[in-house]
């Protein structure tokens, strides 16, 4: 089976790309992989994901000026069509004023083999080129929906072209899977489609990439968080101020880009606060062992924002870490679905102060509760969660 995967992003700034690069290779399946190269801190650990999959040829397209015809030549085009109403604009078109990687990944056909069975797009920006691929090689297309993208950001302009572009694009596809049940619903809402073809693969690991150490250890409780950024308005901004004015009772890890001027901010130079740059995944799953508390601290800043469950809670429940997190409906419907134990952090500074004292108070039950919610999260193990997805690989 040879599978082509198209993104705009690239192996690092995309786990679930990774997972599923994994599944083709588990089940004997080679093909390409269609990313971007950005010149920052991701393609380093790009290049050592790739060295996992000998099975799979990876191509990397500039997303900087270094190709300055090409990225010239892309920009005018988005730039352009973006003048033109959504009603005047072919499929194709809307796709280019999207998004220039659009554009940027039909480019790069040249370099494909000259069969694919399968295309799967992951992103937006991924939809229509794979879409084209799929037809060009007649092969079946595939899509995933990390994120509910017509509710990101305020930008109506935006939102109101990669709705358009989901209502084209969707229904062409063999199949969609979706990143949390809310998002999948929104969408059979927003587009009218009941489809046994589009399911849920929530963001889960695979089990083997966790261990879990039989007890924390120190008089502090130690809460981590981990996202690609650490910037403002991801929800963190109440609990830092907390945590620095109570030294002697939590220290808090943070794993990530940190954001000028958000690394200025006071509290962040709190003693008991930690920094850390990002790190490899797998390096990332066995560090989280060594916590308490998880933190999947969400502001609902946007529609996506309420719906949208987290690959960094799925990774706290799998390493048997107790989630500390945001009323949002996408993680309370899935914690409250799988019976799973969380605690809601409060929005308000008094009730903020109850919770942190119970959580302190309860350090020894926290931990001590550790490897029972390790071995409860295994029935999330990717391997199991993504049946649904190798059902579809494998139809004839």
């Known amino acids: 089976m040879k599978m082509l995967f198209v993104t705009s992003s690239n192996l690092a700034t995309n786990p ?8 083709a290779c588990q089940m004997g399946f080679s093909g390409t992989v269609l990313q971007f190269c950005f010149q920052n801190w991701s393609d380093a650990p790009t290049k050592k994901i790739e060295l996992q999959f000998p099975n799979f040829n990876f191509i990397s397209i ?7 015809y090409n990225w010239f030549v892309s920009t005018f085009i988005e730039k352009m069509f973006r003048f033109f109403p959504i009603s005047f604009l072919s499929v194709k078109n809307l796709s280019f004023s999207f998004s220039k990687r659009s554009f940027q990944l039909l480019q790069a056909r040249h370099q494909l083999l000259p069969h694919y069975d399968w295309v799967i797009a992951h992103n937006p ?8 691929y799929s037809s060009l090689f007649r092969a079946k297309f595939g899509l995933d929906v990390e994120d509910y993208h017509p509710g990101e950001g305020n930008n109506l302009v935006l939102t109101k072209r990669v709705l358009q572009l989901f209502k084209v694009v969707l229904p062409r596809a063999n199949y969609c899977s979706y990143a949390s049940d809310q998002i999948r ?24 990439e966790f261990k879990r150490a039989a007890n924390g250890q120190g008089d502090r409780l130690k809460l981590v968080w981990f996202s690609q950024y ?3 308005s991801r929800g963190l901004e109440p609990l ?3 945590v620095s004015e109570n030294q002697l009772q939590f220290e808090l890890h943070l794993i990530g880009n940190m954001k000028y001027p958000f690394g200025n901010e006071a509290y962040l130079k709190a003693l008991n606060i930690y920094i850390h740059s990002p790190i490899d995944q797998d390096e990332l799953h066995v560090l989280l062992s060594e916590f308490d508390i998880g933190l999947a601290l969400e502001p609902g800043k946007d529609l996506n924002n309420q719906l949208a469950l987290s690959n960094k809670l799925l990774a706290y429940i799998q390493t ?3 989630p500390l997190v945001s009323s949002t409906p996408g993680q309370i419907d899935f914690l409250n679905k799988y019976n799973t134990d969380y605690v809601l952090f409060p929005t308000n500074e008094r009730e903020i102060n109850l919770t942190m004292q119970k959580l302190y108070k309860d350090i020894h039950i926290i931990r001590d509760a550790a490897l029972k919610r390790f071995e409860s999260a295994r029935k999330f193990d990717f391997s199991a969660i993504s049946l649904p997805l190798l059902k579809q690989w494998n139809k004839s």
């Open 16 to 23: 679930r790309l990774v997972k599923e690069i994994t599944l």
């Open 62 to 68: 500039p997303a900087t000026k270094k190709n300055v």
């Open 125 to 132: 920006a991924a939809f229509y080129p794979a879409m084209f």
């Open 185 to 208: 619903e929104q969408v059979q809402r927003e587009l009218k489609i009941s489809d046994e073809n589009h399911f849920t693969i929530i963001n889960s690991f695979f089990s083997s």
């Open 230 to 232: 650490i910037d403002y």
């Open 240 to 242: 830092l101020q907390y």
């Open 320 to 322: 048997g870490l107790l």
